[in-house]
């Protein structure tokens, strides 16, 4: 074989050159000749498929191409047949990255959009915008049978989604007075962002909310670097006041509101097929008002997370590294929601009943842990408004806690509830608003029905029908005691083992789905239940 001179090799190396960039001038030439064409084919190819498969009408009046790579849009609407607008944009301009063009992988490099709105209304049942809610569930039973035979990989999945979008991100965003409208039964809210700048990944926007009569002006800041997966934004309201959420006090006759949210992303990463998730998350004063949590606002003033979500092919879970700092309560919690490979135990056992599907084919873990409490630092750190029988209460002393829950899907029989709270010279130096001491006196007791106060009733030797413990018939004692709770003068307070059958048998009967109200009743018992463990 004839060796190659350097002569040969430069003139190869010359001509392969010419070739390529001759190709290239070539192939930008048909694109800019061509370009337009592309363009309508591309708008056309896409209204074709909102009109078939979600009955929308795309329509878009203005076209063309600026500079080399600049696309600009006019006068866009999106109107589902029969229905209120959805989407109007009057202008929208965007730069493609030429390399992106080559590689046959479009990516946006800025965009630009000016006067325009969404609209969602919805009137009854009906609204304009519920085509793709439906198009979207006959997606998913179109893909059920072949879903059925393969086993996805939901972390490989979310972890390529995520990739996919934070490529797309583009480096400057400008949007200028575009709005929100939104009229739930008549209830409507206007947010209309008047400017929001992404540059060189700093974020700042204005945004105008109207609703009625009720005027807020809130600001979003912060930055987002897509391409190195990190970002931290916070929410809150730039002229004085608390940021209330529009519609929800009207329609769930709930006042929510906070001072700031911040959200903030640290890294994601994706290793051994489990894709981990970073960040820190933080609410100032969130204020709750509603007559089935409490008479008077609840506020929660500082509440914070550090959090590392792992998702894998069969789970999701919260690690147990993350924190949570609730006023000045730290805990450390931990959940994991698992695909079990076991049957579904009502299967094994042919039971009946209305039973949702996380019991079927899911196992749940769950587990918190304070580090050392200080006592005092715990009473005040009660949400204001939720625990006012506590309010002036002082202590000493400390305390840490720990709740391990588990149910596996196969038999709720082998549900695990413990709970453990272990104090360090715990005392009450003073009773707050509500006095356990008066118990060991004669007090005033007022039964309360249906939330109306009853007659109130004298308990103590001061009332000629008092009866006092040692006077009642033994059997009457034992009759009670085995009726409500047997090992009442053994426990500390509360049996755990009753909290983890009551929390089997309602599940095998299907019957744990409560209202609001009992939630919020279940939740103060499990408090106090704690709280008197300390006590006791």
């Known amino acids: 074989m004839p060796k190659l001179n350097k002569y040969k090799i430069r003139r190869i190396f010359s001509i392969s050159t010419k070739v390529f960039f001759a190709s290239v001038i070539v192939a930008f030439s048909l694109y800019l000749l061509f370009r337009n064409l592309i363009l309508e084919k591309a708008i056309l190819k896409l209204s074709d498929k909102l009109r078939e498969k979600y009955d929308v009408n795309l329509r878009v009046q203005e076209h063309g191409f600026s500079g080399l790579s600049g696309i600009h849009l006019g006068k866009i609407s999106l109107i589902p047949s029969n229905k209120d607008t959805l989407i109007r944009l009057n202008e929208f301009n965007a730069n493609v990255r030429l390399l992106s063009l080559l590689t046959g992988e479009i990516r946006l490099k800025e965009i630009e959009i000016k006067e325009g709105f969404i609209q969602l209304v919805k009137e009854g049942d009906s609204s304009n915008y519920n085509n793709f809610f439906r198009a979207q569930q006959d997606s998913v039973s179109s893909h059920k049978n072949d879903q059925a035979n393969e086993k996805l990989n939901y972390s490989k999945l979310a972890y390529k989604l995520i990739r996919k979008i934070l490529k797309q991100v583009p480096n400057n965003v400008s949007i200028i007075n575009f709005k929100l409208l939104v009229d739930d039964d008549g209830m409507k809210s206007e947010f209309n962002m008047t400017k929001m700048e992404l540059d060189n990944n700093k974020i700042e926007s204005s945004i105008e909310v109207n609703s009625n009569d009720n005027k807020q002006l ?59 998730v970073d960040g820190f998350a933080s609410i100032k004063n969130l204020l709750l008002n509603h007559p089935k949590i409490s008479k008077k606002d609840v506020i929660i003033e500082d509440a914070e997370i550090y959090y590392a979500y792992l ?108 709970s453990t709270l272990d104090k360090d010279n715990f005392k009450i130096l003073k009773y707050g608003e509500a006095n356990l001491a008066k118990l060991n006196a004669t007090f005033v007791y007022t039964p309360f029905e249906n939330g109306r106060p009853m007659r109130p009733l ?79």
């Open 218 to 276: 809130w600001k979003i800041s912060g930055y987002a670097d897509a391409s190195n997966e990190r970002a931290d934004v916070t929410f809150f309201r730039e002229d004085s006041g608390t940021v209330h959420i529009p519609v929800i006090d009207e329609k769930f006759n709930l006042k929510a509101g906070f001072d700031s949210i911040r959200l903030q992303l640290n890294g994601i990463t994706f290793k051994d097929d489990v894709l981990k």
């Open 311 to 418: 998702f894998g092919a069969d789970f999701i879970s919260l690690d147990s590294s993350s924190t949570v700092r609730f006023n000045k309560i730290i805990f450390h919690p931990y959940f994991k929601l698992e695909e079990s490979q076991n049957k579904p135990w009502f299967e094994l056992s042919k039971s009946s009943g209305a039973v949702p599907r996380m019991f079927n084919k899911y196992n749940f873990y769950l587990n918190i842990a304070t580090e050392k409490l200080n006592a005092q630092d715990f009473i005040n750190s009660l949400p204001n408004g939720l625990f006012d029988e506590l309010k002036g209460m002082q202590t000493e002393g400390s305390f840490t806690y720990r709740l391990d829950f588990a149910y596996f899907n196969d038999d709720p029989n082998k549900l695990i509830f413990n």
């Open 458 to 536: 004298l308990i103590g030797p001061e009332n000629p029908n008092f009866t006092s413990v040692d006077l009642i018939s033994p059997f009457l004692k034992k009759c009670i005691l085995t009726t409500e709770d047997p090992s009442f003068y053994y426990h500390r307070g509360f049996v755990t083992e009753a909290f983890r059958q009551s929390i089997s048998k309602n599940i095998k009967t299907g019957k744990f789905k409560l209202e609001r109200k009992q939630w919020l009743a279940n939740f103060k018992k499990f408090f106090w239940y704690i709280f008197l463990k300390i006590i006791l």
